[in-house]
């Protein structure tokens, strides 16, 4: 069974601090990607990447970086953290092969706070 | 580019009664479609998928929905629920390019089961 492991299931962090939310998956899947979830907007992709040291911007990238130096690992990046990024994180990947029929697979999120 | 719409965003019923939770896309390129569900506190689990052939896919646990292109419609239906099936239920789309491309989700519809 694949296994996507989000580091945090609850973070504090103050405004102004640079914000790490940590994701790994166990299945050698290509494709990684980073979420976040709000009530009545559904979830929304932030960035994803197809490969290591590869990524792309997604609909709502402001605000926010990655990093994929390892192909099982994906961090999510605030370099500042505000306010309105208080919000349900969640990461997801899936494989290459055959594309885009293949589910992504998800972690169980990261509910950061904001203060 | 797509987009995903879940006219309802709560779903109020009684157990064992039938509930349809509607899905609309809108697409210029053909695509697959997906329902994922969301229990509390969890992250996403896909339910089912449709990616071509017979227009009626089914779940393990009892869901079914089914593709009509002339409707552009993807409904999630089960004939007999039960408290268990208190989740949140997402409708995602994605382009069939036979490359790895970006899931769209719609806002969510709230299911709860009562007694």
């Known amino acids: 069974d694949v296994k996507v492991t989000q580091s945090s299931r609850y973070l504090v962090k103050r405004t102004g601090e640079k914000v790490f939310l940590e994701c790994v998956q166990d299945m050698d899947h290509e494709n990684m990607f980073w979420y976040r979830q709000d009530p009545g907007l559904g979830l929304r992709l932030i960035y994803f990447?197809?490969?290591?040291?590869?990524?792309e911007k997604g609909d709502i990238p402001e605000g926010y970086s990655v990093s994929r130096e390892k192909k099982e690992r994906f961090s999510l990046i605030l370099e500042s953290a505000s306010t309105n990024q208080t919000s349900m994180y969640l990461c997801?990947?899936?494989?290459?092969?055959?594309?885009?029929?293949?589910?992504?697979?998800f972690g169980d999120g990261t509910r950061l706070s904001i203060l | 580019a797509q987009s995903v719409t879940q006219l309802d965003s709560q779903v109020p019923v009684f157990e064992e009664a039938p509930v349809e939770l509607r899905c609309n896309y809108s697409s210029s390129v053909s695509v697959y479609l997906f329902w994922y569900v969301q229990y509390p506190n969890q992250g996403l689990q896909l339910l089912l998928k449709?990616?071509?052939?017979?227009?009626l896919v089914e779940s393990i646990n009892g869901f079914e929905a089914e593709f009509n292109k002339s409707q552009t419609s993807f409904h999630l239906r089960k004939p007999s629920v039960h408290i268990s099936d208190t989740a949140e239920y997402f409708c995602?789309?994605?382009?069939?390019?036979?490359?790895?491309?970006?899931?769209?989700f719609g806002t969510g519809t709230r299911l709860q089961v009562t007694l």
């Open positions: 995602a789309v994605r382009k069939n390019t036979g490359t790895a491309s970006k899931l769209t």
């Open positions: 997801a990947s899936s494989p290459l092969s055959g594309g885009g029929n293949q589910p992504q697979h």
């Open positions: 990447s197809y490969d290591v040291k590869m990524k």
């Open positions: 449709y990616l071509s052939g017979s227009t």
